[in-house]
Protein backbone atom coordinates (compact mmCIF):
# COMPACT_ATOMS: atom_id res chain seq x y z
CA UNK A 1 0.00 0.00 0.00
CA UNK A 2 1.34 3.61 -0.94
CA UNK A 3 1.43 5.87 1.86
CA UNK A 4 -1.88 8.06 2.10
CA UNK A 5 -1.91 11.12 3.49
CA UNK A 6 -4.98 13.51 4.23
CA UNK A 7 -6.53 15.92 6.84
CA UNK A 8 -9.70 17.29 8.39
CA UNK A 9 -10.19 20.61 10.14
CA UNK A 10 -12.96 21.56 12.24
CA UNK A 11 -14.57 24.23 14.87
CA UNK A 12 -14.51 23.03 18.59
CA UNK A 13 -17.49 21.78 18.97
CA UNK A 14 -18.18 18.55 20.70
CA UNK A 15 -20.89 17.29 18.09
CA UNK A 16 -17.56 17.58 15.96
CA UNK A 17 -16.37 14.28 17.44
CA UNK A 18 -18.58 12.73 14.89
CA UNK A 19 -17.00 13.51 12.34
CA UNK A 20 -13.90 12.09 13.67
CA UNK A 21 -15.70 8.66 14.84
CA UNK A 22 -16.69 8.52 11.27
CA UNK A 23 -13.14 9.09 9.33
CA UNK A 24 -12.27 6.08 11.43
CA UNK A 25 -15.20 3.70 10.56
CA UNK A 26 -14.18 4.78 7.20
CA UNK A 27 -10.05 4.26 7.46
CA UNK A 28 -11.57 1.01 9.24
CA UNK A 29 -13.85 -0.41 6.52
CA UNK A 30 -11.14 0.95 3.69
CA UNK A 31 -8.48 -0.62 4.89
CA UNK A 32 -9.79 -3.48 6.42
CA UNK A 33 -8.36 -2.92 10.15
CA UNK A 34 -8.34 -5.42 12.33
CA UNK A 35 -11.05 -4.82 15.50
CA UNK A 36 -8.27 -4.46 18.13
CA UNK A 37 -6.41 -1.75 15.95
CA UNK A 38 -10.38 -0.12 15.39
CA UNK A 39 -10.89 0.16 19.04
CA UNK A 40 -7.34 1.47 19.75
CA UNK A 41 -7.96 3.91 17.34
CA UNK A 42 -11.51 5.24 18.07
CA UNK A 43 -10.73 5.45 21.71
CA UNK A 44 -7.36 6.86 21.40
CA UNK A 45 -7.87 9.36 18.40
CA UNK A 46 -11.05 10.96 19.84
CA UNK A 47 -10.11 10.80 23.33
CA UNK A 48 -6.88 13.31 21.60
CA UNK A 49 -9.86 14.92 19.85
CA UNK A 50 -11.82 15.48 23.00
CA UNK A 51 -8.94 17.11 24.56
CA UNK A 52 -8.44 19.33 21.94
CA UNK A 53 -11.32 20.81 21.38
CA UNK A 54 -12.64 20.95 25.72
CA UNK A 55 -8.92 21.76 26.91
CA UNK A 56 -7.03 23.07 24.22
CA UNK A 57 -9.28 24.82 22.37
CA UNK A 58 -11.58 25.74 25.56
CA UNK A 59 -14.64 24.73 23.47
CA UNK A 60 -14.21 28.26 21.44
CA UNK A 61 -15.94 27.86 18.43
CA UNK A 62 -13.63 30.77 16.70
CA UNK A 63 -11.22 27.87 17.12
CA UNK A 64 -10.14 24.90 14.97
CA UNK A 65 -8.78 21.62 15.43
CA UNK A 66 -6.69 19.94 12.70
CA UNK A 67 -6.65 15.74 12.49
CA UNK A 68 -3.98 15.13 10.33
CA UNK A 69 -3.61 11.20 9.40
CA UNK A 70 -1.07 8.98 6.96
CA UNK A 71 -1.48 5.27 6.58
CA UNK A 72 0.55 2.83 5.00
CA UNK A 73 1.19 -0.76 5.27
CA UNK A 74 2.67 -1.29 8.58
CA UNK A 75 1.25 2.28 10.79
CA UNK A 76 -1.42 4.74 10.66
CA UNK A 77 -0.66 7.68 12.25
CA UNK A 78 -2.87 10.53 13.89
CA UNK A 79 -1.40 13.62 14.84
CA UNK A 80 -4.10 16.50 16.43
CA UNK A 81 -3.69 19.98 16.64
CA UNK A 82 -5.57 22.72 18.39
CA UNK A 83 -5.04 26.81 18.83
CA UNK A 84 -4.78 26.48 22.39
CA UNK A 85 -1.55 27.48 24.76
CA UNK A 86 -0.75 23.64 25.66
CA UNK A 87 -0.05 22.23 28.78
CA UNK A 88 2.39 20.45 31.00
CA UNK A 89 2.18 17.16 29.29
CA UNK A 90 5.47 15.81 31.25
CA UNK A 91 3.63 16.25 34.53
CA UNK A 92 -0.23 14.91 34.60
CA UNK A 93 -1.29 13.06 37.70
CA UNK A 94 -1.41 9.19 37.34
CA UNK A 95 -5.01 8.04 37.20
CA UNK A 96 -4.68 4.49 38.81
CA UNK A 97 -2.63 6.12 42.53
CA UNK A 98 -5.37 5.83 45.10
CA UNK A 99 -5.24 9.56 45.47
CA UNK A 100 -6.95 10.07 41.77
CA UNK A 101 -9.07 7.20 41.60
CA UNK A 102 -12.38 9.36 42.30
CA UNK A 103 -11.06 12.65 40.07
CA UNK A 104 -12.97 13.59 37.01
CA UNK A 105 -9.83 14.41 34.85
CA UNK A 106 -6.93 12.62 34.04
CA UNK A 107 -7.55 9.63 32.23
CA UNK A 108 -7.24 10.39 28.87
CA UNK A 109 -3.63 11.05 28.10
CA UNK A 110 -3.39 7.96 30.69
CA UNK A 111 -5.83 5.86 27.27
CA UNK A 112 -3.80 7.24 25.40
CA UNK A 113 -0.36 6.44 26.10
CA UNK A 114 -1.97 2.92 26.73
CA UNK A 115 -4.00 2.62 23.19
CA UNK A 116 -1.18 4.09 20.71
CA UNK A 117 2.18 2.05 20.06
CA UNK A 118 3.74 5.39 20.30
CA UNK A 119 2.63 9.02 21.05
CA UNK A 120 4.85 12.17 21.27
CA UNK A 121 3.40 16.16 22.33
CA UNK A 122 5.15 19.11 20.85
CA UNK A 123 4.70 22.68 20.45
CA UNK A 124 3.96 22.81 24.47
CA UNK A 125 1.24 20.10 24.26
CA UNK A 126 -1.06 21.78 21.25
CA UNK A 127 -0.14 18.57 19.08
CA UNK A 128 -0.11 15.25 19.78
CA UNK A 129 0.90 12.55 17.13
CA UNK A 130 -0.51 9.06 18.04
CA UNK A 131 0.75 6.08 15.76
CA UNK A 132 -0.72 2.90 16.13
CA UNK A 133 0.86 -0.50 14.35
CA UNK A 134 -1.64 -2.04 11.92
Not at 24 to 46: A, M, T
Not at 47 to 70: C, F, M, P, W
Amino acid sequence: MELIVDKIVFNSETKNINIVEKLIDDLSNQYDLHSDVYGKLLLGVVEGVNNAIVHGNRLSKDKNVTVQYSIDDKHIEFIITDEGTGFDYTNVPDPTKPENLEKTHGRGIFLMHHLADEIEFEEEGSVVKMIFNL
